[in-house]
């Protein structure tokens, strides 16, 4: 399991380097500046919460069932958040918002925010 997260991490990094620099070049000269700074907010929280799976993929042993909801929280949070606003401001370039994908986006946020619950239940249990 702790190699699998570790190459997730790596794969989501990389993605997240690659989706950055692709909105800071190509997509500056055909997004408005609001769907610019969206597109943005999902490459941010896709690097911070990739991140947080590479600490979890070294130091997690996988042996509580609570190592395993925290990091598949922060996979669907990436999935669903960073991938709605993705969807969402690249459709839009087009002209032909994919709309159907705005109530998804909160459910990556609530993923991420159980993720951390998770987080912090976890540290207390190790007191």
Request: glycine share 12%.
């Amino acid at each position: 399991m702790k190699e699998t997260i570790i190459i997730i991490a790596g794969i989501l990094g990389a993605l997240a380097v690659i989706l950055g620099a692709f909105g800071a070049h190509a997509l500056k000269k055909v997004m408005n500046a609001d769907s610019l700074q969206s597109f943005e907010v999902g490459v941010k929280y896709q690097m911070y919460h990739t991140i947080v799976l590479l600490v979890c993929g070294f130091f997690f042993q996988f042996e509580d069932p609570m190592e395993t909801y925290i990091v598949y929280s922060f996979i669907l949070g990436i999935i669903l958040f960073s991938g709605s606003i993705y969807g969402l401001t690249l459709s839009s370039i087009k002209g032909k918002k994919l709309r159907f994908l705005g109530p998804i986006t909160p459910l990556g946020g609530l993923c991420f925010v159980a993720g951390w619950v998770m987080v912090a239940i976890y540290g207390a249990n190790l007191v």
